[in-house]
C-alpha cells in the first residue's frame, strides 16, 4: 500500500507531527518500535512555549489534572522571574513526559492515525517518487512505501543514517542516571528536593506522587561506567554519595535509565523525500525542557507544509523553508545549553554575576524567553518594504488571545490558518473569500500586545503577515497564498 506520510518515531515529536497531519487532512501512519510510546520518557518540565502550544491545540486540559503549575524558570539553575515577563505564560508547567506522550497517543488514534507498534527499521532508500522503509514486525518483514518518510526516531536515528544526513558535533566527559524511586517519608532524599549544583555535578529531585520521586543525577569530568544496561539502585545511591555528600538507603527502584552529555545537530533537515525532527534533528544536554519545546516546534512547522504539499496547494520551494526556519532554531537552541553547562560547571564567581545580572528586568526577559521557548523569530520577506515586527513570531499573549477572541480556540484546535481582523469592519472579508475553506476570518477588537490592525497566522501559530493599524493591506494576497495556496479560481 502506497501512503502519504510514515512517521518513524512514537515520541512527542513524532505523535504531535501526525496529529498536525491528521487535522488537515492527511493521511499517516507511525512506526513505533517499542510495545508502547513513551512510557520510559525521563523528563517532567514544560517550558513556557511548549504551554502555549498545547493550549493552542487543544491538549493542556488533559495534562492538567496530571501535573501543576509553577511559576519559575531557570538558565543554568539560575532562577528566573517569568512572571515579569509581558506578554507570555507566567508559568511553566511539570508532568511527566511519558504523560504527555499517553495524551497525544490518545488524541493521535483519536484523529485516525494509524499507530503501529513493534515495528523496527531495517533499511530507508528513496528514488525521486517515494521512500521504501523496510522494517521487522512481530509477523515477519514487511516494506512500507510512502510519498515521504519524516524520522523522529530519536538520537541514533536510523532514518537520518540512512537518508545521508551528517549528524556533527561532540561529546563531553560526563555520566548521568534518571531513576523514579518509591521512598519512605523519611528519605534523605527529601532534603533535596529541587534541583542542586555541586562542585563534581548535579542532584535533582521532583516529587512525583505520594512516596515516589524522579531523581536525576549528574557527574561532570567523567567516562561513563558503561553505556548499555539500566543503572541499579546501588550504583544511583553511589553516584548521589559522591555528589552531594549523602547517603540513603532503602528505596524501590521503579525504572532508571543512563544519559549524557552529547551536542549534535544535523547539517540538513531534509535529503530529497526524508526529513528529520525531534532528537533525530538536534541533540544537546537537557535543561528546562527546550529538547521537547524545539522538537515540537519542528513539528508543527513541518506539519502544515507537507498537508500543504500533499493537497496541491503548496507554493514552489516551502517544503525547503522547513529546513531554512528550524535549522537555526535547532542550532541555537545547541548553543545556549552550551552556554548553561558552561554556568553549572566548574562553579565559578562567573556564575555569580550571571545570578546578579537576571535581577535586571532586560535580563530576565531576554533569558525568559530564550529558555522558554518563545523567542523564536523565522525570517519573513515582505512584498514591499519592511517586515512588521510582529512577523515570524508567535503571536504574543497568545492564551489570552484564545480566551477572548470568539472562535479562535476552535480555529487552533482545528489547526487552521487565521486571518485576525481587529479593525472593527469588514475590509478584509473579500482578501480572504477564495481561501474561505483553508483560512478562518474572525473579528475582534483591538488586542493587548498585539499593535497591528490585522494580523495572519499560520496553522503553526506563527505570524504571517501583519497590518500596522491605520496601514494598508499591501502584502496581504501574497502571504495568504504562501500559507493557504492561490485562491480557488472565480473569487
Known sequence: MFHDVVIVGAGPVGLMLACELRLAGTPVVVLESGSEPGAQAPGVALNAGVVELLEMRGLMDACRAEGFEFPMAHFAHIWLDPTQLADRYPFNFAIPHSRLVHHLAERARSLGVDLRLG????????????????????????????????????????????????FPGDEQPFHGTVADLAVGPDSPLGELVGAREYPAGLVAVTPMGPGRVRLLTGEFGVEPPRRDGAPDLAEIQDSVRRIAGVAFTGGTLAWSARWFHVTRLAERYRAGRIFVAGDAAHTHFPLGGQALSTGLDDAVNLGWKLAADLGGRAPEGLLDTYHTERHPAGARACRTTRAQVA??????????????????????????????????????????????????????????????????????????????????????????????????????????????????????????WAAPAGGDTAGLHAALTAVAGAPAQGS
Open 343 to 464: 554556568l553549572l560547571h566548574p562553579l565559578t564567581e562567573l556564575r555569580d554575576i550571571v545570578a546578579e545580572l537576571v535581577r535586571f528586568p532586560a535580563v530576565n526577559e531576554y533569558l525568559g524567553m530564550m529558555v522558554g521557548g518563545t523567542d523564536t523569530r523565522y525570517p519573513v520577506e515582505p512584498a514591499g518594504g519592511d517586515a512588521h515586527p510582529l512577523a515570524g513570531r508567535r503571536l504574543p499573549g497568545i492564551a489570552a488571545a484564545a480566551r477572548s477572541v470568539p472562535g479562535l480556540a476552535e480555529a487552533w484546535s482545528a489547526g487552521h490558518a487565521v486571518l485576525l481582523d481587529l479593525t472593527g469592519d469588514d475590509s478584509l472579508g473579500r482578501a480572504v473569500s477564495g481561501s474561505a475553506k483553508r483560512v478562518t476570518l474572525l473579528r475582534s477588537a483591538p488586542l493587548p500586545h498585539v499593535d497591528a490592525a490585522a494580523v495572519l497566522l499560520r496553522p503553526d501559530g506563527r505570524v504571517a
Open 119 to 166: 515495528q523496527r527499521v531495517v533499511e530507508v532508500t528513496q528514488d525521486e517518487e517515494s521512500v521504501r522503509t523496510r522494517i521487522e514486525t512481530p509477523s515477519g518483514e514487511q516494506t512500507v512505501r510512502s510519498r515521504y518518510l519524516v524520522g523522529c526516531d530519536g538520537v541514533d536515528s536510523r532514518v537520518r543514517q540512512a537518508a545521508g544526513i551528517g
